[in-house]
C-alpha cells in the first residue's frame, strides 16, 4: 500500500513516522521493525530508529504486505 506523508517540521524521526502513518502500533513496533530489517529508506536498509527523514524521502516496510511511504513537504510558506 502507498500513502503519503506531510511533513510539517523540518523532519521527523523514522520511528514516529512508522507510527505516525500507521504502520506500527506503538514504538516497541516500530524499534522491532527497524532492527529486524523490515526498513528501507530510499532503497537502503535502516536499522537506526532515529534517522532523520525529509521531504522527498521514501520509506519501504516489508510486510504481508509492501508499505511505501513517500513523504512531502507539507509545511506552508509565506
Known amino acids: 500500500m502507498k500513502q503519503e506523508f506531510e511533513l510539517k517540521t523540518e523532519f521527523i524521526k523514522l520511528g514516529q513516522i512508522l507510527k505516525a502513518a500507521g504502520v506500527a502500533d506503538s514504538g ?31 520509506i519501504h516496510v516489508k510486510l504481508e504486505e509492501m508499505e511505501e511511504i513517500y513523504v512531502s513537504d507539507g509545511v506552508e510558506t509565506e
Open 28 to 58: 516497541m513496533m516500530a524499534k522491532q521493525l527497524i532492527e529486524q530489517g523490515y526498513v528501507s529508506v530510499n532503497g537502503q536498509t535502516e536499522n537506526r530508529r532515529g534517522r532523520k527523514i525529509y521531504p522527498n524521502d521514501t
